[in-house]
T-cell receptor, first 116, second 115 residues
């Protein structure tokens, strides 16, 4: 079974619109870590955020915000006032910690296109 | 710090050839991993290592070998290349502090084509 599901394969928005990328995870561990990465067209993987299972505070960084809800096993990512530079593939990932060799499980990614 | 480096950036192989993708990190990270990225499939773990001398299989290990003789280096060997191994390969490293997991740092990737 997929440990991380990103049901949205592709999303297109017009510049300045808000967009939310969904991420649903599955784990039986009580300690785990969630991540978001961005992969722009140039191909590199850029780390955006890490969240621990024991810290459910939402986080805002500029136009980016993350909503972590353990009750629904979701870790959604919202971009406010999207810009063309936000066009990329976004990956959500789960790590169950050092007991599993720090394996990361990635979702299949959401391709975001921001239309000018 | 150079971070995570990978060589080569591009490679074309014929079916049946073998080769080694190089990966090195200079951050003294204990964890290292190899992924392959295929369209629509995200990043899939091939092999990983929790420290020098210790490696284990990930989700898609068939056709690949790894070794970790030093903390810095984690080469990936393709034993007999097949067209199904055409992909982009990423190496990553990470670390933990008192069991607290930190993010993975990724190399720039190797684009491999097997004809």
């Amino acid at each position: 079974a997929q440990k991380v599901t990103q049901a949205q394969t592709e999303i297109s928005v017009v510049e300045k619109e808000d967009v939310t990328l969904d991420c649903v995870y599955e784990t039986r561990d009580t300690t785990y870590y969630l991540f978001w990465y961005k992969q722009p067209p140039s191909g590199e993987l850029v780390f955006l955020i890490r969240r621990n299972s024991f810290d459910e505070q939402n986080e805002i960084s500029g136009r980016y915000s993350w909503n972590f809800q353990k009750s629904t096993s979701s870790f959604n990512f919202t971009i406010t006032a999207s810009q063309v530079v936000d066009s990329a593939v976004y990956f959500c990932a789960l790590s169950e910690g050092s007991n599993t060799g720090n394996q990361f499980y990635f979702g299949t990614g959401t391709s975001l296109t921001v239309i000018p | 710090n150079a971070g995570v480096t990978q060589t080569p950036k591009f490679q074309v192989l014929k079916t049946g050839q073998s080769m080694t993708l190089q990966c090195a990190q200079d951050m003294n990270h204990e964890y290292m991993s190899w992924y392959r990225q295929d369209p629509g499939m995200g990043l899939r773990l091939i092999h990983y290592s929790v420290g020098a001398g210790i490696t284990d299989q990930g989700e898609v290990p068939n056709g690949y070998n790894v070794s970790r003789s030093t903390t810095e280096d984690f080469p990936l060997r393709l034993l007999s290349a097949a067209p199904s191994q055409t992909s982009v390969y990423f190496c990553a490293s990470s670390y933990s502090v008192r069991g607290y997991i930190h993010e993975q740092y990724f190399g720039p990737g190797t684009r491999l084509t097997v004809t």
